[in-house]
């Protein structure tokens, strides 16, 4: 009896969080399309991070994981990586999709890991991370891939050879900022909705 009880309770789960992943992979499709139209500087903000945080702490880190993947592949088909794409496609894709897919993991990953002290501290803590690694990778992309281009265009723009700074200040500064504001301030707001309609409907 309590063999039968425990298996429809991890088929109960299992179900909760594949639908929870489906929805919020649709979420992530839909934001990176709209946020295609919201710049700061040279490239769109990535909102998606919010609910890949979400997933992340919601669901679990290997769901973070593959919404971070979703989301680069949704940085790729909407065109928002062609400025890359034109100096190297393998490096462009590699990058992008590295960059999605560590950041949804790793935010699990230290969501496992803070909750046990706190479950809000843990998301506030995946928040900070997710745009902390995306934003890593892709300057360890750069770095890597498109060093001598970036260099040229930090030149055009006025950097000189200060490729680190042209990446910080003239790339990546307000759009990170803005990113890791964004998903300190919702994740945890959102988190906290969905369990308050959670226990609702239980009741």
Not at 54 to 66: E, F, L, R
Not at 179 to 192: D, H, K, T, W, Y
Request: aromatic share 12%; with cysteine.
């Amino acid at each position: 009896m309590k063999t039968n009880i425990k298996t429809k309770n991890n088929r109960k789960k299992t179900i909760e969080t594949l639908t929870y992943g489906a929805i919020l992979t649709a979420l992530v499709v839909v934001l990176q399309l709209l946020g295609s139209f919201i710049k700061f500087g040279p490239f769109s903000v990535s909102l998606v991070l919010i609910p890949i945080v979400i997933g992340a702490a919601m669901c679990d880190k290997y769901i973070g994981a593959w919404l971070g993947f979703v989301f680069g592949l949704a940085v790729l088909l909407s065109g928002d990586a062609a400025p890359f794409m034109a100096i190297d496609v393998p490096g462009t894709i590699f990058t992008v999709l590295a960059k999605g897919t560590l950041c949804g993991f790793v935010a699990g990953l230290v969501y496992e890991w803070v909750k046990k002290l706190n479950h809000y501290v843990g998301v506030i803590a995946a928040a900070v991370v997710c745009p902390i690694v995306n934003t890593g990778i892709f300057l360890i992309g750069c770095r890597v891939f498109f060093y001598h281009t970036l260099l040229t265009w930090a030149s055009a723009d006025g950097y000189g050879g200060d490729f680190a700074g042209y990446l910080l200040i003239g790339f990546v500064g307000l759009n990170f900022l803005v990113e890791l504001g964004a998903n300190i301030v919702l994740s945890p707001v959102i988190v906290r909705l969905i369990q308050a309609a959670k226990k609702i409907k239980k009741s």
